[in-house]
């Protein structure tokens, strides 16, 4: 039986959890992942697993944000395509009649 899913937030801490795991198990304890060493500040993973952690409450608030209007636009760029997908309300062809009456 699966467990239910929780938030974003949650969901990506148990990922970075994992992922921290398999660090140490394949990296060695002496790898450094969000240990809040001075090498962490200027990590850009580390500072992600921080943010991620909510142990950055002003990044985080501004990535959320930023992750807001991105997806506003994902929805906005798919709204145009799916829009443009449909049938056209005129045929595109005009079709002519070759036959010969009319003729003569």
């Known amino acids: 039986m699966t467990e ?6 949650d969901e ?3 990922l970075l959890d ?5 660090a140490r198990r394949n990296l060695g304890e002496s790898s450094h992942i969000a240990t809040g ?8 993973l580390c500072q ?9 409450p002003e990044l985080t608030e501004k990535i959320t944000d930023a992750t807001a209007s991105m997806v506003a636009a994902l929805r906005t760029l798919l709204d145009a395509a799916t829009s443009h997908a449909q049938p ?3 045929p595109r062809v005009q079709r002519i009649d070759l036959s010969d009456s009319g003729e003569g």
């Open 48 to 56: 992600l697993i921080m943010v991620l952690r909510g142990d950055r």
């Open 12 to 14: 990506a801490a148990k």
């Open 18 to 22: 994992a992922v921290q795991d398999w």
């Open 88 to 90: 056209a309300q005129q």
């Open 37 to 44: 060493a001075p090498e962490c500040q200027w990590c850009p």
């Open 4 to 9: 239910p899913h929780g938030t974003i937030g």
